[in-house]
């Protein structure tokens, strides 16, 4: 056997451990996120706008939509993911991390043929009589159909379903995107009504109430109840002024009938178009995920202990990074929850992402979970 100087063997490791160094560093500065996501869906067709709950028996239920097109990744051959038509699919796990794993299922039941399955748009709530409920809605998707509105199933141990709410009522450019959730003894529903906001909540004897506006010149309305008053984050939104995501606002009401905004925005990126707002309580404050977008789209969250003085929210801070180089992708629609019931417990976030296994390029939307969002994230 040869025997290589030390001198040389030396050269030869530092050699080695700079061809490793060199690349890697290169790499950390634009490509390395900030966190080490779970990906939960790994279909070729586009996965996006989970909605996600923890039952009652302790299984975690995440309902997203997925689109019919085989193109899948957006801008080839001019594929576009906001005029795919869609269907409802769901995962069940006892953990989160279990998501992962878990069989994806197709929602059974089909929707009306004169809606042509524009289904792009879904929220999921369980009452308190254990049923899950499902809503959704086309999103101002592609043209075409009638009763376009927004539609629901039930589970309660086998699907029913869809029923309409408010049929033959839905006109100009049609639903866009909804929310769900139970408040003071009812199921609400938040939805935008061609670029108005607007609510309607289902008594069991009455039925589905008229619709009650929150805000006009508004879009991509979520809700939460705490304390008894019910919040509405929303965005901003005046096409025909050329305004689209200028910042968040919020809505508050003691019964979901009178609905106070606030003065101005309470969050916004500024010189970026802000998307997407979604709040959840996390011990004492509210924290406000969106997500800003130019080239790419990222997701960014603030919190406040005063959520309806603008002044009290902190500085926005990105949760993750949707480039890598020159690529860039859209992150979009978070939905926080907590792991387990306790709302001092981890603060966990699922959202749509275009990004590939790695994070270093832009494939199809899948769905993805962020196990720990820091609480000093934003501070």
């Excluded at 004169?114 to 929220?123: E, F, G, I, K, N």
Aim: charged share 20%; aromatic share 12%.
């Amino acid at each position: 056997m040869e025997r290589r100087s030390c001198t040389t063997l030396c050269f030869f490791l530092i050699s080695c451990i700079l061809f490793w160094i060199i690349p890697c560093s290169a790499i950390s500065k634009d490509c390395i996120p900030s966190s080490n996501p779970l990906q939960l869906t790994r279909d070729s067709h586009y996965d996006r706008n989970p909605s996600i709950l923890l039952a009652d028996d302790g299984t975690y239920w995440l309902f997203f939509t997925r689109g019919q097109n085989s193109l899948g990744i957006r801008g080839y051959q001019g594929y576009d993911p906001d005029m795919d038509y869609y269907d409802i699919w769901y995962k069940q796990a006892r953990s989160l991390e279990g998501l992962k794993r878990a069989v994806e299922i197709q929602m059974p039941l089909e929707p009306p043929a004169t809606s042509q399955s524009a289904q792009r748009d879904v929220a999921a709530v369980q009452t308190r009589d254990g049923r899950i409920w499902v809503f959704s809605s086309p999103g101002y998707g592609p043209e075409g159909g009638s009763d376009r509105g927004i539609l629901y199933y039930i589970f309660d141990g086998s699907w029913t379903g869809p029923f309409i709410i408010h049929p033959g009522t839905y006109d100009g450019c049609g639903i866009g995107h909804i929310d769900a959730l139970e408040y003071k003894g009812r199921t609400w529903v938040i939805y935008d009504d061609c670029y108005t906001l607007k609510a309607t909540s289902l008594d069991p004897v009455s039925g589905w109430s008229l619709p009650i506006m929150i805000a006009e010149k508004a879009t991509l309305g979520k809700a939460i109840a705490v304390d008894e008053t019910l919040y509405v984050a929303w965005v901003y939104i005046d096409p025909a002024n050329g305004k689209w995501g200028t910042g968040i606002y919020l809505s508050a009401s003691p019964d979901g009938t009178t609905w106070t905004p606030t003065a101005s925005p309470v969050a916004a990126w500024n010189g970026l178009t802000n998307w997407d707002p979604v709040l959840i309580k996390d011990r004492d404050i509210l924290r406000l995920f969106w997500a800003p977008s130019d080239t790419e789209q990222f997701i960014a969250v603030t919190s406040s202990k005063t959520p309806m003085e603008p002044t009290s929210w902190t500085s926005p801070a990105r949760v993750t990074e949707a480039h890598c180089g020159e690529n860039s992708w859209w992150d979009f629609w978070p939905q926080p929850i907590h792991k387990g019931r306790n709302e001092g417990g981890t603060l966990a976030l699922l959202y749509t992402s275009e990004r590939n296994s790695d994070g270093t390029a832009m494939i199809d939307g899948n769905i993805w979970l962020e196990m720990v969002i820091p609480r000093w994230i934003d501070h």
